[in-house]
């Protein structure tokens, strides 16, 4: 069963942040606080219950989780006495770890030690075997927080050695809802006297890291699946919180697996690198250089573009283009709309009925897989636009930056047209 969270809840005055519409104050959770737990009791009267800030995103209402209305003093004191078991040290488990660990969270690692390179990269960053990293049927007998971080393949794989190892009123927690979703594929059925979280972070492993180290930290999305204890939606936030998340929203499992499939295969990775392997390919067959091939494909779009849509949206980057990309640009774009999305429609189709699902279980499980993927991605990094983009890269500047006051003139870009 899939938990959503009442937004009809009467208003709560808040501070006047510029973003903050409204607070509301969960009294469904502490109605469940005072029934299922005496010590949550103690914290929801030392912080008041859950806040949640209403933000207007494109004129829908949302409700988010900031570090504002969920400190990490709030999470600390909530997870006092949990220890934090994340197995897996592959791409999320060393960033959801380290960060966790620096924000005062007793956390340990569960890591198969046959993975050498696993192991020992664990070993490099800290943490201490039989103390801190054990294997991962040992660690999840240690934790009360089980944080399967392991691939969604390897997930499958393990769950009949890590089940065993639940306690009544551990968290199974996860940062992605496939191996719940698709349970009659992979098999992994929660116990019933275990809460079951989610805590997506919206960001690889790297950049999770990368980005607490900043101060800016990666969104995430968090749900419950089973709230056993009581105190699953408090658990969810404080590890949100614990992991750096800038902010929280609310989903559900479902919803979380079925957007994050279709914009890994879409927008953020396939259909990116398919479009630009496409245009790159139609620039060289009509006899652009390599150089300038990849420059009108790849490197305006990294070094340039991409970059002004972060810092203000697409109109803005528009604006700050020539009126002749401009012009071209909006003819385009819902050319190419048309083209694609036939394609995101089935897409989401084979996403939502498994076919995806199925498809990794198959690949990522196969024995040889490693093998393979180190294979698909030599061929990828050695094509002639991506190796282009390596010699493109050496040639950037290293020089350092130039510091920029509010004097500085030419950086405001256009506030118009």
């Given at each position: 069963m899939s938990s959503t969270f009442d937004s009809n809840l009467p208003p709560r005055q808040a501070k006047p942040y510029n973003f903050v519409l409204q607070i509301y104050e969960s009294k469904d959770m502490q109605t469940r606080i005072v029934l299922h737990d005496k010590v949550r009791l103690h914290t929801a009267q030392k912080y008041g219950a859950i806040h949640m800030a209403k933000i207007d995103f494109g004129g829908v209402v949302e409700e988010v989780i900031t570090r504002e209305e969920f400190p990490l003093a709030k999470a600390r004191d909530i997870l006092k006495d949990e220890t934090i078991a994340v197995l897996g040290y592959?791409?999320?488990?060393?960033?959801?770890?380290?960060n966790m660990k620096e924000n005062g969270l007793n956390v340990i690692i569960g890591q198969a030690k046959r993975f050498q390179k696993d192991w020992d990269r664990a070993v490099s960053d800290g943490w201490v075997p039989g103390e801190t990293l054990f294997e991962m049927e040992e660690a999840a007998k240690r934790g009360t927080i089980i944080q399967m971080l392991v691939s969604d393949a390897a997930q499958k794989a393990i769950w009949p050695a890590i089940k065993p190892c639940l306690d009544a009123g551990d968290a199974l927690y996860f940062s992605h809802g496939f191996s719940v979703v698709y349970k009659d594929q992979t098999n992994i059925i929660p116990p019933d006297n275990?809460?079951?979280?989610?805590?997506?972070?919206?960001?690889?492993?790297?950049?999770?890291r990368r980005n607490f180290l900043s101060g800016a930290g990666i969104n995430s999305s968090f749900g419950v699946f089973q709230d056993y204890t009581g105190r699953a939606k408090d658990r969810a936030i404080a590890v949100g919180i614990g992991i750096g998340s800038g902010y929280l929203f609310p989903t559900t499992f479902e919803n979380e697996v079925?957007?994050?499939?279709?914009?890994?295969?879409?927008?953020?990775?396939?259909?990116?690198?398919?479009?630009?392997?496409?245009?790159?390919?139609?620039?060289?067959?009509?006899?652009?250089?390599?150089?300038?091939?990849?420059n009108e494909t790849v490197e305006e779009l990294t070094q340039s573009l991409i970059r002004l849509v972060d810092e203000n949206g697409m109109d803005w980057m528009y604006a700050n283009c020539s009126a002749t990309a401009q012009r071209g640009a909006l003819d385009w774009l819902p050319k190419f709309k048309a083209a694609t999305l036939p394609v995101f429609k089935d897409l989401y189709q084979r996403v939502k009925d498994g076919a995806e699902t199925q498809r990794v279980i198959e690949a990522c499980g196969a024995d040889n897989y490693q093998e393979t993927l180190t294979a698909e991605l030599a061929e990828l990094g050695n094509s002639e636009l991506w190796r282009t983009g390596k010699a493109t890269r050496d040639l950037r500047p290293k020089e350092s930056a130039k510091t920029i006051t509010e004097g500085t003139r030419g950086v405001g870009g256009r506030a118009a047209n």
């Open positions: 592959g791409v999320q488990g060393p960033a959801q770890a380290l275990c809460d079951v979280l989610l805590v997506a972070p919206k960001g690889s492993g790297l950049n999770v079925y957007s994050d499939l279709t914009g890994e295969r879409g927008v953020l990775m396939g259909a990116l690198a398919g479009l630009m392997e496409a245009q790159y390919q139609v620039l060289r067959e009509n006899g652009h250089s390599p150089s300038e091939s990849f």
